[in-house]
């Protein structure tokens, strides 16, 4: 099977049957998102377990390719810390507009949407859940160092 094939199928089922997909309640934190230029929206929602997210749920219509981000993203994300978050959001972002280097092994899964880069119009929809999610963390309580 052809790498493009693969990536292809991993999108189908995702938006097929996205994971994570509902609303967590209750919730540490949520956040909407909207892409006029396609129509889609979601909402997330988070739980927190000290700086790490413990689970979370996304909602919403949208598009193939930003349900299926939405999905992957959540699979991708679930028990990492805000640190390890904004790492990964870095490589997902190369990825979808600057895909010139080898892409980072720990994307995993999320390597299934380097074909947007093709694609500019349909960056923002890939992008989306990644902006919600950010705007989510912001609105979570930050943990108190006590070092
Ligand atoms: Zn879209």
């Known amino acids: 099977m052809h790498l493009k094939e693969l990536y292809r199928d991993v999108i189908l089922d995702h938006n097929r049957s996205p ?3 509902g609303r967590l309640q209750p919730a540490d934190a949520q956040a909407a998102g909207h892409n006029p230029l396609c ?13 790490r997210v413990e689970d979370l749920r996304f909602e919403g219509q949208g598009c193939a390719i930003s349900t299926a981000s939405a999905s992957l993203m959540t699979e991708a994300v679930k028990g990492r810390s805000r640190q390890e978050i904004a790492r990964l959001y870095g490589e997902v972002h190369a990825l979808l507009t600057a895909p010139t280097g080898e892409p980072a092994p720990e994307l995993g899964k999320l390597l299934a949407l380097a074909g947007v880069a093709e694609f500019p119009a349909r960056v923002k929809c890939a992008s989306l859940c990644w902006h919600t999610l950010n705007a989510a963390l912001e609105r979570t309580p930050t943990p108190v160092s006590t070092e």
């Open 19 to 21: 994971r994570n997909f």
């Open 39 to 51: 129509g889609d929206k979601l909402t997330l929602t988070l739980r927190m377990q000290g700086d």
